[in-house]
Nanobody, 125 residues
Framework: QVRLVESGGGLVQSGGSLRLSCAVS????????IGWFRQAPGKEREGVSC????????YHTKSAKGRFTISKDNAKNTVYLQMNGLKPEDTAVYYC??????????????????WGQGTQVTVFS
């Protein structure tokens, strides 16, 4: 059974940092790219960042570029999203999913097969 479990969300002041974790089980970790998505209240879900299966390439949408980094630890089957310089508009539920990175950067994700339950990030000014 494939399982993705997010953690690390919380309440943080504007300008602060958080590191989200996505623990993955039930799939071959080094054969799957993993993406981070988010959904703010009243808004559609959007892609944020993605890391290639081998962990050698990372991709970020415009909103994340320069502030977020994504990494993976193959020994722990875990993907991390380091978020710096957080803004109130980053407030959302953050999800990780197995998905092609090209899709994560787009508006449609037909290849996003498995999702976690999400973790709440709230940024206050």
């Amino acid at each position: 059974q494939v399982r993705l479990v997010e953690s690390g969300g919380g309440l943080v002041q504007s300008g602060g940092s958080l590191r989200l974790s996505c623990a993955v089980s039930g799939i071959r970790f080094d054969s799957n790219s993993i993406g981070w998505f988010r959904q703010a209240p009243g808004k559609e879900r959007e892609g944020v960042s993605c890391i290639s299966a081998k962990g050698d390439r990372e991709y970020h949408t415009k909103s994340a570029k320069g502030r977020f980094t994504i990494s993976k630890d193959n020994a722990k089957n875990t993907v991390y999203l380091q978020m710096n310089g957080l803004k109130p508009e980053d407030t959302a539920v953050y999800y990780c999913a197995t998905a092609p990175c090209q899709e994560v950067l787009s508006r449609m994700w037909p290849g996003a097969d498995h999702w976690g339950q999400g973790t709440q990030v709230t940024v206050f000014s």
